[in-house]
């Protein structure tokens, strides 16, 4: 591996003990467990996958098929992760987080399908578009989310936000590394997957580097629970709401079109 | 390069414009007037209809245009468009009030109806589409200014109304308010 591959796995490593160490000395391990697991679950994937190339080497079959089948178990325990911080944030309000779970499960079946669309039948390239698909739903799909605690009155903490934010960054980078590197037919080069692994870890560097920042903080005191209004106040009062919002849309839309009063 | 590296690269960069978008846009510092509440104080006047009226009647332009005054005529038609604008920007401020609440009453409420808060976003789309379009017609000098007039009455009595439903909720609208002015956005990361 070149050298700066090398500086890169290190980076990561020593910044990943970082966050683990800082979850277990703020406590966060007790709120978000899963996160933890997932923060173990890299590392643990980091040390296996060192090993490996040290081993086997970058290029054979045993790293290949240990680096996907490590790749998948903590790209399901992001997943986790992420569900678990969405739900800490959105558990006092019932109605919302009841209402991302149906967009949530409207809106990914069809990101899937595009997705399996404008896919090549490449067997060569299949794992690479099979990764790329999966961030490409989970971006949207946490950027669905993140939509709905941006157009809601809803407190996030500081540091849940940042946690989000980097899972979406890294996805999106995710699907930008891999796009370029199938554009400029990097297969055919000799140190693809150098460059791949570059591309790849660069980013997760940055969003370790805000983890990091972001859970020095100590942890947040448990949210006060809002009291909820009943079901039929909100059936009373939000299509009032709209209505009223329609008239005010109406009469901008014949704007031009008022006359004034008679002097 | 292929259609469906382009796709999937174009989907890429869309999606982290968009994330960049969601972080910081509820950074951005608002405006003076609406941090010291003087856009508030300013809109507190938007009942007082008939003198607006009078400010955006056409008969005295058009006095001063009969009477040779060209010079007077146009730099009243400025006041009056700068009046109109000021104007504009208090019904935006009524709008967002009327907004505010209905998000507020969504964040509070155990079950929502996915279609009613759909309708909400498309409201809410149209609205800024249309005030857009208003202001820019507005600022290019197209548009006449006594139209506006009689869109007060209505924001007005709208603005009424949803108050006294609002002060019935008593102390559940009072939790909810003080959510408000937290996180507006909720994503004002570092914040």
Known sequence: MPPIVNYLWAGTFLLQLVVG?????????????????????????????YAMYHYYGDASTQSYIVAWVSEAITLAARLWATVELLRLVLMSYRGIW?????LLAFTCPMVLALVGIFSRSDAQVFVMQVDSGYHIVFAVALILCLGLLHYYPIRVEPVYKVLLLGFCWYSCAR???NAALHGFSYAQYLHYWSVWQILSMSPYLLVLILWASALSQPAPATQQQPTLLTASEYRDIAPEITAQLQAINRRLMNFWKIQGPKQ | MNYSVAVFASIGLLLLLVMAWLAFSATRRQPQGVRDGSRERECIHISKLPQIRQ????????????????????????????????????????????????????????NL?????????????????????????????????KAIGSLSNMVSALTIRLETAMSELGERAALGAELLPHNRGGLDAGG
């Open chain 1, 21 to 49: 160490t800082l979850i277990v000395i703020r406590g966060y391990f007790r709120r978000l467990p899963f996160f933890s697991a997932y923060t173990a679950l890299n590392l643990c994937q980091a040390v296996s996958l």
């Open chain 2, 55 to 110: 400010a955006l009647a056409d008969s005295d332009f058009i006095y001063l245009n009969q009477r040779g005054y060209p010079a007077l005529a146009k730099r009243i038609g400025n006041e009056r468009r700068r009046i109109a604008l000021n104007y504009l920007a208090c019904l935006r401020v009524e709008f967002e009030k009327l907004l505010k609440l209905a998000r507020m009453v969504a964040a509070l409420s155990p």
């Open chain 2, 113 to 145: 109806v996915v279609a009613q808060e759909v309708q909400g976003l498309r409201l809410n789309l149209e609205f800024w589409y249309r005030y857009y379009l208003i202001y820019f017609r507005l600022v290019s000098g197209v548009g006449q200014l």
């Open chain 1, 98 to 102: 009841g209402m991302t779970w149906r």
């Open chain 1, 175 to 177: 699907i930008l590394a």
